[in-house]
């Protein structure tokens, strides 16, 4: 493949439902692990029509909110096994996930929302990569 377009998925039950997209529009992809996250990455040949292009981005921008949901909330993927993790975003443009127990992420997002549980982590990421010693009724 020359240009290509990646999307990229941590369930296989959301991957399969984008793949079952492709098929039923004869395209080809080519699909890799990514070796860090562990992330499937579904890649795509360029020059697609454009209103087919249209109709896959709809549908990975929708899947994508059910993927980091599943992830978020370790509900099990029958297809893999257990899993939860939190995306961090390093300054520099670097990003990892870390890796948490599920039930103890099901039991965070049980109490708190998604956006809240994010913006606590960032805070954490930002005081880790830039720690600051003077005394936080200071700050």
Wanted: charged content about 30%; hydrophobic content about 40%.
């Amino acid at each position: 493949m020359n240009e290509v377009l990646e999307y990229l998925f941590f369930t296989q039950t959301i991957a399969d439902q984008f793949i079952d997209t492709l098929h039923e529009h004869d395209l080809h992809f080519e699909r890799e692990i990514e070796p860090v996250q562990g992330a499937i990455v579904l890649k795509i040949a360029e020059g697609v029509d454009d209103d087919l292009w249209d109709k896959l981005d709809d549908l990975y921008d929708e899947l994508s909110e059910a993927d980091q949901a599943l992830v978020e909330a370790g509900i099990e993927d029958t297809d893999s096994k257990s899993t939860a993790g939190i995306y961090l975003q390093l300054s520099g443009g670097h990003q990892t996930i870390a890796q948490v127990d599920p039930n103890v992420m099901a039991r965070m997002l049980a109490v708190i929302t998604t956006d809240e549980l994010n913006a606590f982590v960032d805070t954490i990421v930002r005081s880790v990569e830039t720690p600051d010693d003077s005394p936080i009724c200071k700050r």
